[in-house]
């Protein structure tokens, strides 16, 4: 399910099987010798949260992402939207980063931090399978807190 009108009608309907957020967390550089990297840790994460979405329609609801700059405070930011988010009554958080400085904020919920994977020059079929291969890693963090 997606952020969007119809998944959330049908969300509302059937909360009870919904029950798992995926929250996108970009750092968005500006500095220039940064930006193409940026740029491409954003690519690979909103295609693998999408293709997480895709495999698990019906389970998980996928936010928007929430973007930030280096600017940002990130224990603020992790402690409004541990607040806000909880709001929504998931039972599970999921929230999913290339910035490694997630893994020691303080969240409702778990933080999973994956390295980077520059997917832009890469055929679909490659592609594909690199998803593929980063959906095996992230899998048994899902299993482990749904079996919960």
């Known amino acids: 399910m997606n952020w969007i009108a119809k998944d959330i009608d049908t969300y509302l309907l059937q909360k009870e099987y919904i029950d798992t957020l995926i929250v996108p ?58 607040n806000d988010l909880s709001a929504l009554h998931f039972k599970h958080v999921f929230y999913l980063t290339t910035d490694p400085a997630w893994t020691s904020m303080e969240m409702v919920g778990s933080v999973i931090w994956l390295p980077s994977i520059p997917l832009e020059s890469m055929d679909p079929q490659l592609r594909q399978t690199i998803l593929e291969d980063q959906l095996r890693q992230v899998l048994p963090r899902f299993v482990e807190k749904w079996s919960e």
């Open 25 to 82: 967390l970009l750092k968005v550089e500006t500095e220039p010798g940064n930006v193409k990297n940026s740029v491409s840790s954003s690519e690979f994460l909103m295609h693998l949260t999408t293709f997480i979405e895709t495999q698990f329609k019906g389970r998980v609801m996928l936010m928007p992402p929430f973007a930030y700059t280096m600017s940002t405070e990130l224990v603020v930011m992790a402690a409004g939207l541990s």
